[in-house]
């Protein structure tokens, strides 16, 4: 009864260990770069 | 293994864990809001709550994934995996409360229905940056209302234990939900990395050590024995007092304990939440699951009166030191005397 169980989980993780980091790294390198203002000197700039 | 139905079982150590993880969480949220605002003048309580509900329902997601596995490897985790369902019901009142602070936040000042509001507002399915993430943690805050509905042995009992394990395997689809949720939504507009490494973190955490107690079953069930009527499956010596040994027979694993003199053995499944009953040890004359305490006669397989749990029983014997098992499992139930050492 387990057996199945436990292919399924194993097949489940091993599908979400490609997907899970790839969709995190996606979504990190994807996202709006921050709109900068080029008429204000840098030195002006607040930086975080 | 109740013989009436009550909401929650109390008892002392279901006591002491619910206190400690209420606590817990009053302690994180009233730090998280106390250094949130200091840290950012410009943030609202209604601001710092969502964050705070919002990290600690992650939290204690990853907490609850993690434990499954950390039992596989050391039996030091099973005081955690006891109460688990009190994490995952406390995990989804957690996260509702972020939902619900988020839809008053952002969605109810608006003319149509909030809820409508979170489902039509935004529609770019095709944009990462700007994918409609708040409807991602919607779907899996469902999935968790499900799982924590259902967290009670009554529908354990109604649904049986193979569908009630199916549907709470959801969690990791609800867990991949909420990962994508968070990678598609405040980490467009967080750039700060301390976010995203900790969810990084958590999510290297939570596949390693399920992939590594996935891969490690494996190989348990890998040892396959089988063939005859009887089968040596190990020598006496391997079986420690009042524990047992566990060996895959024909497909099913099964748990031999050596009691008081005695030899005898059961189906390793655990007929509450199929547990590693071959994991357990015999305490008072009886076979013992490791995570919810739910018990067996070593030689009838079946739950002391008035209880009435059964699971299948094996013939034994012993042969020159080794034990020697019936590949052919008996009715649940069925007595079957023990192998004299």
């Known amino acids: 009864m387990t057996r199945r169980i436990r292919k399924l989980h194993l097949l489940v993780w091993a599908l979400l260990a490609v997907l899970l980091p790839a969709l995190f790294f996606a979504a990190i390198g994807l996202r709006h770069a921050e709109p900068v203002n080029r008429s204000i000197p ?4 607040q930086t975080r | 293994m109740s013989e009436k139905y009550v909401a929650v079982g109390w008892n002392r150590q279901k006591k002491i864990y619910d206190t ?3 606590a817990g969480v009053a302690a994180y949220l009233a730090l998280f809001v106390g250094i949130g605002a ?7 309580i209604e601001t710092l709550l969502i964050r705070g509900f919002g990290t600690c329902g992650l939290i204690l997601l990853h907490v609850v994934l993690l434990i499954g596995p950390l039992c596989r490897f050391s039996p030091l985790f099973l005081p955690l995996l006891y109460n688990r369902r009190h994490l995952g019901v406390t995990t989804f009142f957690i996260g509702a409360f972020h939902g619900v602070f988020s839809i008053i936040q952002f969605h109810a000042l608006g003319v149509i229905n909030p809820i409508v509001s979170v489902l039509v507002n935004n529609t770019r399915f095709g944009s990462v940056p700007d994918f409609p993430f708040q409807l991602l943690g919607l779907v899996a805050l469902i999935i968790l209302f499900l799982m924590a509905a259902t967290s009670h042995d009554f529908w354990l009992k109604n649904l049986s234990a193979p569908v009630w394990k199916t549907l709470h395997t959801l969690v990791y689809v609800a867990y991949a939900l909420l990962v994508a949720h968070v990678a598609l939504g405040v980490l467009q507009a967080e750039t700060s990395p301390v976010l995203a490494g900790f969810l990084g973190f958590g999510l290297a955490l939570v596949i ?11 190989k348990t069930d890998a040892e396959t024995v089988g063939g005859g009527d009887f089968v040596d499956v190990c020598a006496i010596d391997e079986i420690p007092e009042k524990r047992a040994c566990v060996r895959t027979v024909n497909g099913e694993r099964v748990a031999i304990f050596r009691y008081d003199g005695k030899v005898s053995a059961i189906s390793n499944v655990c007929r509450h939440q199929a547990g590693p009953l071959g994991e357990g040890k015999v305490i008072d004359g009886c076979v ?7 018990q067996y006669l070593p030689e009838t397989g079946a739950s002391p009166p008035p209880f009435t749990e059964k699971v299948a029983t094996y013939d034994v014997k012993i042969t020159d030191g080794r034990v020697l098992l019936r ?10 005397e023990a192998a004299k050492i």
Do not use: M, Q, S, Y
């Not at chain 2, 200091?38 to 609202?44: E, I, K, L, S």
């Not at chain 2, 390693?208 to 494996?218: G, K, P, Q, S, W």
């Open chain 2, 38 to 44: 200091a840290v950012d003048g410009n943030a609202t």
């Open chain 2, 208 to 218: 390693v050590a399920h992939l590594a107690a996935a891969i490690r079953e494996r």
């Open chain 1, 42 to 45: 840098a030195r002006n700039l």
């Open chain 2, 288 to 294: 013992t699951c490791p995570w919810h305490g739910f």
């Open chain 2, 20 to 22: 400690v993880v209420l």
């Open chain 2, 327 to 336: 590949t052919v499992a008996n009715k649940p139930g069925t007595f079957t």
